[in-house]
């Protein structure tokens, strides 16, 4: 079996000391895909903003690469971590080109994953695609070949072709030996190059297991995300 390379232990997060996640058990390996699904304001970003060392956990355990750790953010990516966030953590003002530079990367790497951003290396990255836009942050993020990688909503608001590539090269990454946590609202697409999954509702996990299980059941997942919807709606509604 491959080695855990991140991992939760009944971990709680949130903020002010108020719980959004609770009781998170989770573990990716190297070399497979593990998705975190669930509706608005189910936690996703935080837990994985408490496992890159981003947001202090409020109870339980985070480890990298086999550690307990309360490292920050930026000595856990020295060590091998890598985190793409739904805000793409590019620098608009700077090239294509220098935003693949950034952190030692590698320019050829990158054109090796997408040979397709090399016509846009010398534009502004405010100026490319959202598609683009996204390319440049992953092929940043692989060539550098980073132990694990975290992604939040890679697919937001792209065409589905070019999810089905960017989720098509995190597949082929895996496959080299990354662990990768991604939070994905594409649920078949998701599933159908992921490992294992599990399902957030209202600070728990509603349903786990492995991926070609799962994409057999792919009502029940969205059956969770409504209710976890429902319930907030009903929540909010009562207390506005």
């Given at each position: 079996m491959s080695k855990t390379v991140l991992e939760a232990r009944n971990l709680s997060v949130g903020y002010g000391?108020?719980?959004?996640?609770?009781?998170?058990?989770?573990?990716?390996?190297?070399?497979e895909i593990v998705c975190l699904f669930g509706n608005n304001g189910s936690g996703k970003t935080s837990t994985l903003l408490t496992l890159a060392g981003e947001?202090?956990?409020?109870?339980?355990?985070?480890?990298?690469?086999?550690?307990?750790?309360?490292?920050?953010?930026?000595?856990?990516?020295?060590r091998g971590l890598a985190f793409i966030t739904d805000e793409r953590s590019l620098v608009f003002s700077l090239t294509a080109r220098d935003n693949?530079?950034?952190?030692?990367?590698?320019?050829?790497?990158?054109?090796?994953?997408?040979?397709?951003l090399e016509p846009h290396l010398d534009k502004p990255a405010g100026l490319l695609s959202g598609g683009q836009q996204q390319m440049v942050a992953m092929a940043r993020s692989l060539a550098n070949e980073p132990r694990v990688l975290m992604a939040d909503e890679l697919s937001l608001g792209l065409a589905p072709k070019l999810v089905?590539?960017?989720?098509?090269?995190?597949?082929?990454?895996?496959?080299?030996?990354?662990?990768?946590?991604?939070?994905?609202?594409?649920?078949?697409?998701?599933?159908?190059?992921?490992?294992?999954a599990l399902v957030l509702s209202q600070g728990?996990?509603?349903?786990?297991?492995?991926?070609?299980?799962?994409?057999?059941?792919?009502?029940?997942?969205?059956?969770?995300?409504?209710?976890g919807a429902s319930e907030k709606h009903r929540t909010d509604k009562h207390s506005g």
């Amino acid at each position: 079996m491959s080695k855990t390379v991140l991992e939760a232990r009944n971990l709680s997060v949130g903020y002010g000391g108020q719980a959004v996640v609770r009781d998170l058990n989770l573990a990716v390996r190297a070399g497979e895909i593990v998705c975190l699904f669930g509706n608005n304001g189910s936690g996703k970003t935080s837990t994985l903003l408490t496992l890159a060392g981003e947001l202090p956990p409020i109870d339980g355990e985070t480890r990298f690469l086999g550690e307990a750790t309360r490292a920050p953010l930026y000595q856990r990516v020295r060590r091998g971590l890598a985190f793409i966030t739904d805000e793409r953590s590019l620098v608009f003002s700077l090239t294509a080109r220098d935003n693949l530079r950034l952190r030692g990367g590698s320019v050829d790497g990158a054109l090796a994953l997408f040979p397709e951003l090399e016509p846009h290396l010398d534009k502004p990255a405010g100026l490319l695609s959202g598609g683009q836009q996204q390319m440049v942050a992953m092929a940043r993020s692989l060539a550098n070949e980073p132990r694990v990688l975290m992604a939040d909503e890679l697919s937001l608001g792209l065409a589905p072709k070019l999810v089905d590539r960017l989720l098509r090269a995190l597949r082929q990454a895996a496959d080299r030996g990354l662990g990768v946590l991604l939070v994905e609202q594409h649920v078949s697409k998701a599933l159908a190059i992921s490992d294992r999954a599990l399902v957030l509702s209202q600070g728990r996990v509603v349903l786990e297991g492995d991926a070609a299980d799962l994409k057999q059941r792919v009502g029940d997942i969205e059956a969770a995300y409504l209710a976890g919807a429902s319930e907030k709606h009903r929540t909010d509604k009562h207390s506005g």
